[in-house]
């Protein structure tokens, strides 16, 4: 078990403080340039299309964790509501919502339907903005933690990162191949760095910098089979922090929960990697990745590299974004 002693060492070793200036909010997506958005367009062959996002629903993964609840979709107008409404509407729901609905049905043919949802913005697939996870009352680059206040982030939100786009060079490394594991990696073995060099070379990839790389541990088709969101599961270990920064990864996405191995690693803390990562290198985390279909053919026709599109919404101070991240070959 590492010290903290070990843990702030190894961050001074990872920092990007001031790296790209002292008002930087875009941290390792800085990595991805023109020519590397240009290069990775230049995957696409085949004009293959994977969704990466999993549903987000009522039988989504979150619920394990109070804070943290699965969407609730509301349709706030719907068939019932035009026949009900066109028929009594205009008689005695005048100067109301619903008598204002009514005027939109009565005496033609137009209806429509509407909705809502109400969810936490990391419900399902995500990005971890920069501003989620901080220590010692600061976020990335220097900024005081105090600037994330009850009206948002005003510094590292992930709407700073929408103009950037978020798209490059998506690299696959399939761990659960890599290990011969049977469906997902079982909790107690972290995977390491000297894993990640195996894997991609055993796979004919080399990571370069700029690339979003994704960390298949199986962990979703384990929970689309056991229905656990709280099913315990191997992932990063904290010192792979050393390995994504000397490697430039912009930024790094798995199909777990956490995208870090839950047991910390370090003593008296809890998620190193989450603090190495987003405060101190200013890379995004990416959770609830769903990488099945992907997998599967890059297994077959051998190529794990493509073009990778995740934009996040623009969802002004929030610190995470839901998103449906593409992968194109």
């Excluded at 020519?35 to 039988?59: C, E, N, Q, T, Y």
């Excluded at 656990?228 to 996405?253: F, I, R």
């Excluded at 987003?278 to 990745?289: I, K, T, V």
């Amino acid at each position: 078990m590492a010290t903290l002693t070990d843990f702030h060492s190894l961050a001074e070793r990872v920092r990007n403080w001031g790296r790209w200036g002292a008002d930087d909010e875009l941290g390792t997506l800085n990595f991805i340039t023109p020519a590397k958005i240009a290069a990775a367009a230049g995957l696409v062959r085949h004009g293959k299309v994977f969704p990466l996002g999993i549903d987000f629903g009522s039988s989504g993964p979150q619920g394990a964790f109070q804070f943290r609840q699965n969407p609730l979709h509301v349709m706030t107008v719907d068939g019932g509501d035009a026949k009900t409404l066109a028929e009594y509407g205009p008689k005695w729901l005048r100067n109301s919502v619903a008598g204002e609905l009514s005027s939109f049905f009565a005496d033609n043919p137009f209806r429509f339907n509407d909705d809502m949802i109400i969810m936490p913005l990391q419900a399902a697939t995500q990005w971890d903005a920069l501003s989620h996870v901080y220590y010692a009352d600061q976020l990335y680059n220097g900024f005081p933690a105090e600037s994330v206040t009850s009206q948002g982030a005003f510094h590292c939100g992930i709407d700073k990162v929408d103009g950037k786009g978020i798209t490059s060079r998506g690299v696959l490394l399939d761990l659960v191949r890599y290990r011969g594991a049977d469906t997902y990696l079982a909790p107690g073995a972290p995977i390491t760095a000297d894993e990640l060099d195996e894997c991609a070379a055993r796979q004919g990839i080399t990571i370069e910098s700029g690339d979003i790389v994704l960390v298949r541990t199986g962990w979703w088709d384990r929970y689309l089979e056991a229905r656990d969101g709280a099913e315990p599961y191997s992932g990063l270990d904290w010192t792979c922090a050393l390995w994504l920064h000397e490697h430039e990864v912009a930024a790094v996405a798995a199909d777990n929960l956490m995208v870090e191995d839950p047991a910390s690693g370090v003593d008296g803390t809890f998620l190193p990697l989450h603090m190495l990562c987003l405060r101190d290198m200013g890379l995004m985390l990416g959770e609830y990745w769903d990488f099945s279909a992907l997998a599967a053919d890059c297994a077959a026709d051998g190529v794990y590299e493509f073009q990778l599109v995740a934009p996040p919404l623009r969802v002004i101070g929030a610190v995470g974004s839901p998103l449906n991240p593409i992968a194109i070959k």
